[in-house]
């Protein structure tokens, strides 16, 4: 979000004002509440309305976050921050054209501002068009600006140019006065270079060293404590006395695919795969899902252990019927949002809604749920190479085993408990034999087959997670077994994997 722009002054107690504090401690839902309040009292401020769509784009209310700065935008209509994040809401949408009319906007008021200019750069990579990024961005390297040195180095990696990105990432690192969140963002990029380059050594030191640099803490025993809790309390018999919520339509009762899974093990490909039918869409990785639970089990901000349920107690059927409809709206809009034919299934890509499978089961029942699984090393050493904002236990290999063997108790608990059938989709079989496993994931979610799922990678729709440049790419195999050549880095991560959970 670009937000500098409102800043309130200190020591003045004004609605901006405590809403910025609670945006600034991550309490997106309650940034709502107050600046609703606010504007219903007569509060006519861009501002605030930009901060309230700042939360409600935190938590993937897209469309209310476009309403919003739509708003904003009819109060000030020449404010550049706002023009950005609108452009922002329409790509997150797949809006590529309005996102684009947004961002052009923004540069006609602002033209020489190096956070646009780099979003144009970025949005262009987006769209596919890697050289038209590259030539937005060279020109401007000579700023330092940060945004601009990230847009060009993706755009040259994109275009395969290794060396020219590893030329300027070293040149770019050399800088004294770099601080460190862009230090350890040019360190994993320079891994990721040094990787495809084949320097096994150099680039899992850089990695190495990008984490040491970003790590914050994880507590793996609370996290697993908190596990053991939740599987306690989802057991068979409790799960099946959790309330079904009335489904009135047909159509949003069996519309949610839940794609669920350890982070980079192959959800967004599973997702346009199933995306590229014509009646099937992307909605990406929503949010909404655990910004409920985490207001339902009152863990809001979002600090501490992953918020899971383990209190039955508070899924009155009221709650439930709410949640329901509220999740069963959101994918309604995506499912007519631009669209000639309504989707019939939607997915939802958010990988760690694993943790909420008992109450995403007890929802909608009927839903497809998809859990994508690839082989356990090769999808820690994943992690532990992508910059992810938010994912602590990626950031150290003990700390990631860990997670990653709470990861296995879930759904193994899963999978002995819920009364819906739950897809297994191989990373590895899907290399092997595309169409074969294509057709059985069409045929799982309730589709007939459509041959364009092949094709997955001509879809035209914007992908915003760590695989954008894979999936744009046919179905590669290289990085089956991409594990292999790093695995005498990997005893710690080994050795957590295979502990006995610490929170038992």
């Not at 509060?43 to 930009?50: T, Y």
């Not at 995506?334 to 008992?358: E, Q, Y």
């Amino acid at each position: 979000m670009t937000c500098h722009w409102m800043v309130p002054p200190q020591f003045v107690e004004t609605p901006l004002a405590r809403a910025w504090r609670l945006y600034q401690s991550n309490d997106f839902a309650r940034v709502i509440d107050v600046g609703k309040e606010a504007v219903r009292a007569g509060v006519r401020d861009p501002r605030l309305l930009h901060l309230i769509a700042g939360a409600q784009i935190q938590l993937s209310d897209y469309p209310a976050a476009r309403r919003t700065l739509e708003q904003a935008l009819a109060l000030a209509p020449d404010q550049p921050a706002i023009l950005h994040d609108l452009h922002l809401v329409h790509r997150r949408e797949g809006r590529l054209a309005e996102a684009k009319h947004f961002l052009d906007r923004a540069l006609q008021i602002d033209r020489n501002n190096p956070h646009l200019l780099a979003a144009s750069s970025e949005m262009l990579l987006l769209m596919g068009d890697a050289r038209a990024a590259y030539a937005q961005a060279a020109p401007l390297t000579s700023t330092g600006h940060i945004g601009v040195t990230l847009a060009f180095v993706r755009a040259a990696m994109a275009l395969n140019q290794l060396e020219e990105a590893e030329s300027h990432l070293r040149l770019s690192l050399g800088h004294s006065d770099l601080k460190a969140p862009h230090r350890w963002q040019l360190l994993f990029l320079l891994g990721e270079v040094l990787d495809r380059k084949g320097d096994v050594t150099c680039a899992f030191e850089t990695i190495r060293e990008a984490n040491a640099l970003k790590r914050t803490t994880f507590d793996s025993a609370a996290h697993s404590r908190s596990v053991d809790a939740m599987l306690a309390a989802w057991s068979r018999e409790d799960t099946r006395r959790v309330p079904v919520p009335v489904q009135t339509d047909e159509a949003d009762a069996r519309r949610p695919v839940f794609i669920v899974g350890m982070p980079r093990s192959g959800t967004t490909l599973a997702e346009r795969i199933i995306a590229a039918h014509p009646r099937a869409h992307g909605a990406g990785e929503l949010a909404f899902v655990e910004r409920c639970v985490a207001e339902l089990t009152c863990t809001l901000p979002i600090r501490g252990p992953i918020p899971l349920v383990n209190d039955l107690s508070i899924l009155s059927p009221g709650t439930m019927q709410a949640f329901a409809r509220a999740y069963g709206g959101l994918l309604r809009f995506f499912a007519v949002d631009g669209r000639s034919i309504p989707a019939l299934r939607v997915c939802d890509k958010m990988p760690t809604n694993f943790f909420h499978l008992g109450l995403l089961a007890r929802l909608f029942p009927r839903a497809a749920f998809v859990h994508c699984v690839r082989d356990p090393l090769d999808t820690c050493l994943s992690c532990f190479f992508h910059n992810f904002n938010g994912l602590a236990y990626t950031n150290d290999l003990r700390a990631l085993g860990a997670f990653y063997r709470d990861y296995r108790r879930i759904m193994d608990h899963w999978k002995s408990t819920l009364d819906v059938p739950i897809f297994d989709l191989v990373y590895e079989d899907l290399v092997a034999d595309q169409e074969g496993v294509s057709r059985r994931l069409i045929e799982f979610i309730g589709l007939p087959w459509d041959k364009g799922c092949l094709r997955f990678h001509e879809l035209d729709q914007p992908v915003l997670t760590a695989s954008m440049q894979q999936v744009r790419r046919p179905i590669f195999g290289t990085s089956v077994g991409r594990a292999k050549k790093y695995r005498e880095h990997l005893g710690p991560l080994i050795q957590a994997m295979n502990a006995p959970a610490s929170g038992t």
